[in-house]
């Protein structure tokens, strides 16, 4: 009898730690950036039809001892395992400033795959190039460019892969950076028209010694460094406007990038990845588009729709779901980065309880990016 009693109190427990999630609803808007927070759409039932108090009996302290220490070993063993999976040995770059799991600008591609492996994925950039994609279930994650002659002439990581002979990496503030670097580029020159950064940026671009180096900071983190991207001056001086011409490559490419750097992005809080979507990216993408086609920038659409109307149209069933939008970005690092350092949009991709993702990116006719990620769980 003892023995049924602690099983039937354990099934209770657990029963309430996975049905019971909480409710939070906001919208943050800010000029380039719009979020739509998690909702749940069973939570007014369950409290009607549960009265925790009369029917849940008290648990003895020994029962809440052994949940007590069954989740303390389940979180001590993912933090080892997730120590096993990021443990690289970085070594100072001998040719250049920096570098991203000990590869430099210049390597050879079949050195790099000769350590390595293929990559995961190659999806099309701004540059016009490919982002290979490296990464064990998405750690150790980084992304390489490689010219003609399978040279790398782009990298970029928002893991702790950074070396540098300057002792910049992961963590180190913006004040230090500014300090080793000098002072930042206020513009950037294309054609004849020329882009200046905004002053109170999320991220600083450095030239030096024919790279451009563009370092992000995590405002919520103090203001430290959170990624790096490298671009040899060469590439960057080939690419001759701010906006690539649209096509359907880059859109796809654009995508799985977004996607990928968010999963790269939850690895490193200790989160579990999510799964992509295509249903889901079907409803992202059909935003984008209507965003982009009737130049609007809203989650409610011309219609009066929400994201969760859109996804209920589209007969995908969830308990919890929310939506990230972003607009004017030049690429999908650039649209991750900025929506990491934006509160609404920060929650949803570091909202645990998530399951599926689907992200949809189109173009205006002056080659302006929309993206839209969807994300839910059911």
Do not use: C
């Amino acid at each position: 009898m003892n023995l049924f009693r602690l099983r039937l109190d354990l099934g209770i427990i657990f029963l309430l730690i996975f049905s019971w999630p909480s409710l939070k609803k906001e919208l943050a808007t800010s000029d380039f950036h719009k979020t739509v927070e998690s909702i749940e759409t069973n939570l007014k039932n369950m409290k009607e039809n549960i009265n925790l108090e009369e029917r849940i009996k008290p648990v003895s302290d020994k029962v809440k001892q052994i949940i007590s220490d069954i989740g303390f070993d389940i979180k001590e063993k993912q933090k080892i395992e997730q120590k096993e999976l990021d443990k690289v040995k970085l070594t100072t770059p001998s040719n250049q400033m920096f570098s991203i799991n000990n590869i430099e600008l210049g390597d050879a591609k079949k050195d790099i795959e000769g350590k390595l492996g293929s990559a995961k994925r190659a999806s099309q950039n701004e540059y016009g190039e490919d982002w290979y994609a490296y990464h064990k279930d998405y750690h150790q994650f980084f992304m390489v460019m490689y010219d003609q002659q399978n040279r790398v002439n782009g990298l970029y990581t928002n893991q702790n892969l950074i070396s540098s002979t300057n002792g910049i990496k992961i963590g180190t503030s913006k004040e230090i950076v500014r300090n080793r670097l000098g002072k930042p580029l206020t513009s950037i020159q294309k054609g004849w028209i020329i882009y200046k950064f905004q002053k109170q940026s999320d991220y600083d671009v450095f030239l030096i010694n024919d790279v451009y180096i563009t370092i992000f900071y995590d405002k919520y983190e103090n203001n430290t460094v959170t990624a790096l991207q490298l671009i040899s001056k060469d590439l960057e001086d080939k690419k001759k406007d701010y906006y690539t011409i649209a096509n359907q490559s880059l859109e796809k490419g654009f995508e799985y990038q977004l996607f990928d750097l968010t999963n790269s992005a939850r690895v490193n809080h200790q989160l579990p990845i999510l799964t992509w979507d295509q249903h889901v990216k079907g409803t992202a993408l059909d935003h984008s588009r209507d965003m982009a086609k009737n130049n609007y920038f809203d989650h409610t659409n011309l219609k009066g729709q929400s994201p969760f109307d859109r996804m209920s149209q589209d007969h995908i069933s969830f308990i919890l779901a929310g939506e990230n939008i972003a607009y004017g970005q030049m690429s999908s690092i650039f649209a991750h980065e900025g929506l990491m350092n934006s509160m609404g949009h920060r929650k949803n991709i570091l909202q645990k309880d998530y399951e599926y993702m689907g992200v949809g990116v189109a173009f205006n006719n002056e080659s302006q990016p929309y993206y839209t990620q969807n994300f839910y769980a059911k």
